[in-house]
């Protein structure tokens, strides 16, 4: 990396980036014990949003302190990477009250094993497979106020990140949502309009650079992933090709605009009771032979993703992908 670059504010040096991280940092225990505080009805709104503020204001200038030439909030504003558009709709039915959620879901937390979660259990959309009771409308949108802030405080170019339609589509429970949405089809394209108004704005603000977490490819290589899909009556390569086609329509027209695509197996850790260390779990299994040369070869076309298409597919069939070793959520 040139020290120009890395040094460098100016957004037009994104086509260059070659260092990067997921988006997702730790959160700092002061901030994690916020977050229990609020969501246990201890804490107000406005002290909540300052403690946030001043937590991403410290994880910036650590990540400006170290050269990076992209930085991103953490996420320190979500429980989960996923809230980018489950918190930002309507129409999904979910209970009223999520906040204890985190504290209560149920995990496999035994050590070096699977991650696995209840995914028919009441909770948010998206940690959960949930139906729609309507059709889904944006009510906010999350990566936008994050993106305002975090612009005021940074220095060089903020990077934001949103979940992509194929998890959303996963974790919809469309086989109860047919009075709402007669299939998949008819429910991702609604995902695609939305999500495209959300970029639209984020571009309109000034952000140059959009990640799409789109860490549901690895269900196609997973054969617990592509089982659970046969028995609701899904066709797991349709699946993926809907996918495909939705990332694309998610980009189409955005000229002068950097997007990188975040794909892995997942990075769940857990306590392991035997010693008290923090020891690591995994949220699904298998090689990207199987994806690697549709995903590359059609996907996110003018995207970071390029850059691995460049260097060859193999890459990807090689590699552990990018995988996102700092986030902090659980699957």
């Not at 100016?10 to 225990?29: E, Q, W």
């Not at 709104?45 to 946030?52: D, L, P, V």
């Not at 691995?308 to 990018?322: E, F, H, N």
């Amino acid at each position: 990396m040139e020290a120009s670059l890395i040094n460098s504010p100016s957004k037009n040096d994104l086509k260059r980036v070659r260092i990067d991280h997921i988006g997702s940092l730790v959160r700092p225990a002061k901030l994690q014990a916020t977050f229990a505080r609020y969501d246990r009805g201890q804490l107000g709104t406005e002290e909540f949003r300052r403690a946030q503020d001043e937590a991403i204001r410290e994880v910036i200038a650590g990540q400006e302190a170290h050269g990076l030439p992209v930085v991103t909030d953490g996420e320190f504003r979500r429980h989960s990477f996923q809230e980018s558009f489950s918190e930002a709709v309507s129409g999904f039915d979910t209970p009223g009250d999520r906040s204890m959620y985190y504290e209560q879901r149920q995990l496999n937390l035994n050590p070096f094993e699977r991650a696995e979660q209840n995914f028919d259990e009441t909770g948010p959309a998206i940690i959960t497979r949930r139906p729609a009771i309507g059709r889904l409308k944006l009510l906010r949108n999350i990566p936008l106020e994050e993106f305002r802030f975090a612009q005021t405080v940074a220095k060089t170019p903020v990077k934001v990140t949103l979940i992509g339609p194929d998890r959303v589509a996963q974790r919809f429970k469309w086989e109860t949502s047919q009075a709402v949405y007669k299939d998949l089809d008819d429910f991702v394209a609604d995902v695609v309009t939305i999500e495209r108004q959300m970029i639209k704005a984020l571009v309109d603000a000034g952000c140059r650079y959009i990640q799409i977490d789109a860490p549901g490819y690895t269900a196609y290589v997973d054969q617990v992933s592509l089982n659970r899909m046969r028995s609701r009556g899904e066709d797991p390569e349709r699946n993926l090709q809907r996918s495909i086609e939705a990332d694309n329509a998610l980009i189409e027209g955005f000229a002068d605009v950097i997007f990188g695509i975040h794909i892995c197996r997942g990075n769940a850790r857990t306590i392991d009771p035997k010693t008290g260390k923090l020891v690591p779990q995994w949220h699904r299994e298998g090689h990207y032979d199987a994806i690697a040369e549709r995903l590359f070869a059609w996907c996110l076309r003018r995207s970071r993703g390029d850059l691995q298409r460049r260097r060859g597919r193999r890459y990807l069939r090689d590699s552990v992908g990018a995988k996102g070793l700092s986030r902090s959520d659980r699957s």
